[in-house]
């Protein structure tokens, strides 16, 4: 979630810790018959879990064993032996028993404290509210289990980069499934279509995407950011607007000062989309074909002039600044000091971002109030642009009449000098 940068210190800190811990704490857990036996199997699924685990593990780095979580004995070298009845072993867990396995210490506080003690003990309980959770409680085993995200062996902190559900690799872990056709398919929306696949395509093509991946904005969404990390479920009515607002909040702001919000399910969504979602344009707005305010509203009702009025003023205003901004480029060629024009014009851009975040109330008035203001800034430099260009032309005229006179005077003078000699 946003608190990633938080964990990721965190991690980093408690990692460094560590590492200089890491032996100590290798040294202190009992030598295990389950290791020994488990590395020496030739096959990959008996022997990969002893691997990993004695690969990068949070667990064995916090002293823990094999059978912390399967039980059995881990004295015994014999097998029967160390997995005697009597032991408690536990096997290859399963479906809900893997969320008893993991929860067991995941959701003991008094635990959990003595090694991180800032950290949540819920996911368990967010887990159970989940599509996911409330789908296995209903005995279907094809959904996220705490393994199908975090792996079983090799689990690593959250932050650590080659985690499956560090920020940037979270959308493969997810899309392992969400974009597996069969592994997905029978499951519906409540509209009864089937449930996309999608999700992924989509969201590579968004501006989320672009900001994390090209732009190196770690703050930009990835899928556990508007699903949430543990409670995956599509946020229901009326709360997206709150999943989108929790990094864009001033237009979720205004947005819940219109009369969307009271009317649109899907509040940004409506408008937006939600996995490709694309970098918005001023076409977006108004009445023409491209415009999506047409998709609802249709000519002379009040949408569609409030639509047609803020986008002509947008309009109003962009010609206004690339006439002053025409206008100061020729002065600065003449030679002039524009400096402060430039700012001035950079003031009037920033009112046209301001008029478009504005513009999520949509109600014309503050819109005009923030464009006009954008307006005034491009009077004021146009008429100074102009003085400027007059100032240039008069100077240029000073320079020609004084050239002129000069001349004049060297005709005189070779006159003079010509009637002299003869
Ligand atoms: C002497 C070798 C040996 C020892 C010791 C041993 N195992 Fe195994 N284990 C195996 C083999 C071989 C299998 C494959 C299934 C079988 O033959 O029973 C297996 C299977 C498993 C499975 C998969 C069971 C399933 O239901 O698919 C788990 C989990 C497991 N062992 C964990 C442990 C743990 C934990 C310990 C220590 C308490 C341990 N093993 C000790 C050899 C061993
Ligand atoms: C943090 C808990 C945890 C620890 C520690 C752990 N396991 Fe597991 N293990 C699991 C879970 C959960 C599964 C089921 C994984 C799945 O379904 O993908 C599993 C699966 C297995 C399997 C079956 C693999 C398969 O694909 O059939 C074996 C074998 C196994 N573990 C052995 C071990 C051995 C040996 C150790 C110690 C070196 C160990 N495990 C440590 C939780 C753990
Ligand atoms: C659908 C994928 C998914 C499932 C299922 C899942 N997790 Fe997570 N888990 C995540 C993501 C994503 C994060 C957060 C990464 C971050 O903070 O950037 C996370 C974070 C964590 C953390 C770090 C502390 C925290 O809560 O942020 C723990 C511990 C954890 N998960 C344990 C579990 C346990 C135990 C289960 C099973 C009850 C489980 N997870 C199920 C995806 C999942
Ligand atoms: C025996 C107790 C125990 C069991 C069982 C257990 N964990 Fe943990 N787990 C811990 C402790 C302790 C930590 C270390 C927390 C820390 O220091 O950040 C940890 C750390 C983690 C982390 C890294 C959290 C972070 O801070 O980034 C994840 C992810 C995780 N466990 C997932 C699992 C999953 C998945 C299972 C089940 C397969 C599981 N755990 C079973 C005790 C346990
Ligand atoms: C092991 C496969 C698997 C993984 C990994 C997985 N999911 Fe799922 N997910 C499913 C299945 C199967 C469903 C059930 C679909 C249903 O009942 O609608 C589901 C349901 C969902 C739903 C509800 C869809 C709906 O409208 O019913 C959301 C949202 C979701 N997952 C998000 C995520 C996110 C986010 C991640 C990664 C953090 C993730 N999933 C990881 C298999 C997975
Ligand atoms: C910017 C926020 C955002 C991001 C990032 C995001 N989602 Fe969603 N997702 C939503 C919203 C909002 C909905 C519900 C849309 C609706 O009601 O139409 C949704 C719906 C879903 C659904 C239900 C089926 C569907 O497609 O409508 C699944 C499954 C899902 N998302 C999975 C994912 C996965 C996997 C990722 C990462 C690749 C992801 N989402 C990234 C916001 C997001
Ligand atoms: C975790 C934070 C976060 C969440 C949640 C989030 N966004 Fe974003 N969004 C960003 C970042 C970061 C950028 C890229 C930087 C920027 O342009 O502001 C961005 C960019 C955008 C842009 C393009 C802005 C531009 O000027 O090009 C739109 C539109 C957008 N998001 C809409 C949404 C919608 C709709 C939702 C909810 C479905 C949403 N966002 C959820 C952080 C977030
Ligand atoms: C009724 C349709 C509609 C809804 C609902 C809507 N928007 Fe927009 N949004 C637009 C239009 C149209 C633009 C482009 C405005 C322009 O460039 O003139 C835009 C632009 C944006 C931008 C980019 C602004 C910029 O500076 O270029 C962001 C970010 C954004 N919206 C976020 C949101 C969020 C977050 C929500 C929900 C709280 C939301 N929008 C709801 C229509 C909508
Ligand atoms: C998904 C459908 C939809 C889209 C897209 C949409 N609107 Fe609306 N809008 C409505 C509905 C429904 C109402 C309430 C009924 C009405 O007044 O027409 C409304 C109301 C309004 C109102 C208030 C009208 C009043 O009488 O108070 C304004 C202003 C408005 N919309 C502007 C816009 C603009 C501008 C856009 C494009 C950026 C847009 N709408 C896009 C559906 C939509």
Request: proline content about 7%.
């Given at each position: 979630m946003a608190t990633w940068p938080r964990n990721f210190l965190f991690a980093a800190l408690v990692g460094g810790v560590l590492a200089s811990a890491a032996p100590a704490a290798a040294q202190a857990a009992p030598p295990s018959g389950c290791q020994t036996c488990h590395g020496d199997q030739a096959q990959p699924a008996l022997a990969a879990p002893a691997r990993d685990f004695a690969g990068t593990d949070v667990h064995r780095d916090r002293g823990f064993t094999c059978v912390d979580c399967h039980g059995g004995n881990p004295n015994e070298t014999d097998k029967a032996k160390a997995k005697a009845p009597a032991t408690g072993f536990k096997g290859k867990p399963a479906g809900q028993m893997v969320i008893a396995v993991c929860s067991r210490?995941?959701?003991?506080a008094a635990l959990m404290r003595k090694y991180a003690p800032k950290q949540r003990v819920d996911q368990a309980v967010e887990y159970a509210t989940s599509v996911h959770g409330q789908q296995l409680a209903k005995g279907d085993t094809k959904v996220a289990t705490c393994v199908s995200c975090h792996g079983a062996h090799g689990v690593r902190l959250v932050?650590?980069?080659?985690?499956?559900?560090y920020v940037l690799n979270v959308a493969t872990t997810c899309t392992k499934?969400?974009?597996?056709a069969d592994r997905m398919k029978g499951y519906m929306l409540p509209d009864g279509s089937p449930l996309p696949t999608d999700q992924r395509a989509k969201y590579e093509k968004s501006v989320h995407h672009a900001a994390m991946v090209k732009g190196n904005d770690l703050s930009a969404p990835t899928c556990n950011d508007c699903h949430g990390n543990h409670g995956a479920a599509p946020p229901g009515v009326g709360a997206i607007a709150n999943v989108c607002g929790t990094c864009h909040t001033v237009f979720a702001t205004k947005f819940a000062l219109s009369t969307h919000s009271q009317i649109f399910d899907r509040s940004c969504v409506e408008c937006h989309g939600n996995h490709d979602i694309a970098e918005p344009t001023d076409a977006m707005l108004g009445t023409d074909k491209a415009a999506l305010c047409t998709n609802c509203h249709t000519e002379g009702d009040n949408g569609s002039k409030a639509a047609t009025a803020m986008r002509s003023e947008i309009e109003k205003l962009k010609e206004a600044i690339s006439h002053s901004q025409a206008l100061v480029a020729s002065a600065e060629n003449a030679g002039m000091e524009m400096g402060e024009q430039s700012l001035a014009l950079r003031e009037a851009a920033n009112q046209l971002t301001l008029a478009r975040t504005e513009m999520h109330a949509f109600d014309p008035k503050p819109v005009s109030a923030v464009l006009q203001a954008g307006l005034g800034i491009t009077a004021k430099v146009d008429s100074e642009g102009q003085a400027a260009l007059a100032e240039v032309s008069y100077r240029r005229t000073g320079l020609a009449v004084s050239l002129g006179a000069i001349l004049l005077v060297v005709v005189a003078l070779a006159l003079k000098i010509r009637s002299l000699r003869a």
């Open positions: 210490c995941h959701s003991d932050g650590d980069a080659q985690s499956p559900v499934c969400h974009a597996d």
